[in-house]
């Protein structure tokens, strides 16, 4: 009995390495996120997330030490508007918003939603009418504009559409927390190839 299970086991593994490698998944790991928000509907309560695009790259291993860690590079999916004090981009692979407040220094305070938006809800609201030669954002940008505390306040009207495109994408982690969970940045460049650094230590972004 013993041999025949030994046999088996052995035709498995000869069988495995047959058929090659395993596919590449990347996985790009958000973890830190901003101070939810007292009173803040549950659907848009700032969220911590983990972001899985196509595979491109190989996933970072986990190790004792971050001098090990791996950076992840790869290209995703996001949509962006920018507004009179920041702007938003929609992160694709994980249905994400992120906002960016900026505090005139060009960086500023970044925090990480959900895009709660579903089809068939409206787009906008017509009681809102912005001034001359700007906008009110739409669909997912617009649902969290609109009810998000402090959101529309802090970012003012929308200055440009929302438009999509595919970001190069990195993320360098530099450290790892007392979960074993690495901790680290974020780069994204917009449509006009400006690059932007996302923070998780600190919650905060800037344009390096």
């Known amino acids: 009995m013993r041999f025949r299970l030994l046999t088996f086991i052995t035709l498995l593994l000869l069988a495995a390495a047959c058929q090659g490698p395993p596919p590449t998944m990347v996985v790009l790991v958000v973890t830190a996120t901003p101070e939810q928000t007292a009173d803040v509907q549950a659907e848009i309560t700032p969220q911590a997330s983990t ?3 196509s595979p491109i790259a190989s996933t970072p291993t986990v190790s004792p030490t971050p001098s090990f860690a791996t950076p992840t590079v790869g290209q995703i999916q996001v949509a ?4 009179e004090h920041g702007r938003m981009f929609w992160i694709q692979p994980q249905q994400q918003i992120w906002v960016l407040f900026d505090d005139g220094t060009g960086k500023g305070q970044w925090s990480v939603y959900p895009d709660a938006f579903a089809e068939g809800e409206p787009e906008t609201d017509p009681s ?3 001034p001359e030669g700007m906008i009110q954002p739409e669909r997912g ?3 969290l504009w609109r009810n998000a505390p402090g959101v529309r306040e802090a970012l003012g009207f929308g200055i440009t559409p929302e438009f999509g495109y595919v970001s190069s994408y990195e993320y360098h982690p530099t450290e790892v927390d007392a979960d074993g969970r690495y901790i680290g940045y974020h780069i994204l460049n917009s449509l006009y190839q400006e690059k932007f650094r996302f923070n998780e230590a600190t919650s905060s972004w800037e344009m390096p």
């Open 80 to 83: 962006e508007q920018v507004f």
């Open 141 to 143: 940008f617009g649902k």
């Open 51 to 53: 972001i899985t695009p």
């Open 128 to 130: 809102i009418v912005p």
